[in-house]
């Protein structure tokens, strides 16, 4: 008989607190509401950026004229 397995557990990407992966964390991969909502707060006031190319202005983008 196999032994049931340990819940895999996730440092939370905020604060570094263990996160059991599984249903009884609602707010994985955060320990919380509010580190989720601290990522969130840092992702909207571009604290991280996707590494890339600098976006189009309307002129270049050949999708604009779409929306004219």
Same mark, same amino acid.
Do not use: N
């Given at each position: 008989? $196999? /032994?049931?397995?340990?819940?895999? *557990?996730?440092?939370?990407?905020?604060?570094?607190?263990?996160?059991?992966?599984?249903?009884?964390?609602?707010? +994985?991969?955060?320990?919380? *509401?509010?580190?989720? /909502?601290?990522?969130?707060?840092?992702?909207?006031? #571009?604290?991280? +950026?996707? $590494?890339? *190319?600098?976006?189009? #202005? #309307? *002129?270049? #983008?050949?999708?604009?004229?779409?929306? +004219?």
């Amino acid at each position: 008989m $196999e /032994k049931p397995r340990a819940p895999r *557990e996730v440092k939370c990407p905020t604060c570094g607190a263990p996160v059991v992966w599984g249903p009884q964390s609602p707010h +994985r991969p955060f320990c919380s *509401e509010r580190c989720r /909502k601290i990522d969130l707060g840092a992702w909207a006031s #571009d604290a991280y +950026r996707v $590494e890339g *190319e600098t976006p189009l #202005d #309307d *002129e270049a #983008d050949p999708l604009s004229h779409f929306g +004219r």
